[in-house]
Antibody
Framework: VQLVESGGGLIQPGRSLRLSCAAS????????MHWVRQAPGKGLEWVSS????????RYAESVKGRFSISRDNAKNLLYLQMNNLKAEDTALYYC???????????????WGQGTLVSVSS | QSVLAQPPSASGTPGQRVTISCSGS????????VSWYQQFPGTTPKLLTY???RRPSGVPDRISASKSGTSASLAISGLQSEDEADYFC???????????FGTGTKVTVL
């Protein structure tokens, strides 16, 4: 399993950013996918999840209404569109694979290396 | 935000057994599977146990996990210097319709 995130960087508050995750070495459309973030020196925080067919999508309260998760199964890509970014969104964003097709009730089995998002003026 | 409570630190000498607790509620640990993750400084988290007490291939059997009611625990037997890391528990939360992580525990080998 290989998960490679991209799209992070330094961005001003209120602006938008789109993260991408390129998945390989597994059948991408057989699994739910997730975004998990980690602020510098802090713990893990779940951000969003999407089922194999995009029918089930969930967001953490802290990002609901601002972030949007999506996937392109034909291209083996996972996305996170982040709008109206805030300083508290500063974190390393991990692309994470789930063990089954659906969201909920299970775990995270493979993690990417992460892409850093820094929100600052 | 972290909904699952873990002690900030735990320690032991080589060869000892260390246990880390993870306290939640009926909407998360009490009704759903618990998983544990190990993270070394500057590296990506790694799945250590899942479905309350199962280990992925490659995780040594001196690592074990259990669950009782709304609490879970991770035990490391025969503690080794390579076990120094941060450990996080996680579970699905039915009330939040999302995943929750523990606050994290830093294990130190004395």
């Amino acid at each position: 399993v290989q998960l490679v995130e991209s799209g992070g960087g330094l961005i001003q508050p209120g602006r938008s950013l789109r993260l991408s995750c390129a998945a390989s070495r597994f059948t991408f459309d057989d699994y739910a996918m997730h975004w998990v973030r980690q602020a510098p020196g802090k713990g893990l925080e779940w951000v969003s999840s999407i089922s194999w067919n995009s029918n089930i999508i969930r967001y953490a309260e802290s990002v609901k209404g601002r972030f949007s998760i999506s996937r392109d199964n034909a291209k083996n890509l996972l996305y996170l569109q982040m709008n109206n970014l805030k300083a508290e969104d500063t974190a390393l964003y991990y692309c994470v694979k789930g063990p089954y097709i659906n969201v909920g009730g299970n775990h995270f089995d493979y993690w990417g290396q992460g892409t850093l998002v820094s929100v600052s003026s | 935000q972290s909904v699952l409570a873990q002690p900030p630190s735990a320690s032991g000498t080589p060869g000892q057994r260390v246990t880390i607790s993870c306290s939640g509620s009926s909407s998360n640990i009490g009704g759903n599977d618990v998983s544990w993750y190990q993270q070394f400084p500057g590296t990506t988290p790694k799945l250590l146990t899942y479905s309350d007490n199962r280990r992925p291939s490659g995780v040594p059997d001196r690592i074990s996990a259990s669950k009782s009611g709304t609490s879970a625990s991770l035990a490391i037997s025969g503690l080794q210097s390579e076990d120094e890391a941060d450990y996080f528990c996680a579970a699905w939360d039915d009330s939040l319709s999302g995943y929750v992580f523990g606050t994290g525990t830093k294990v130190t080998v004395l």
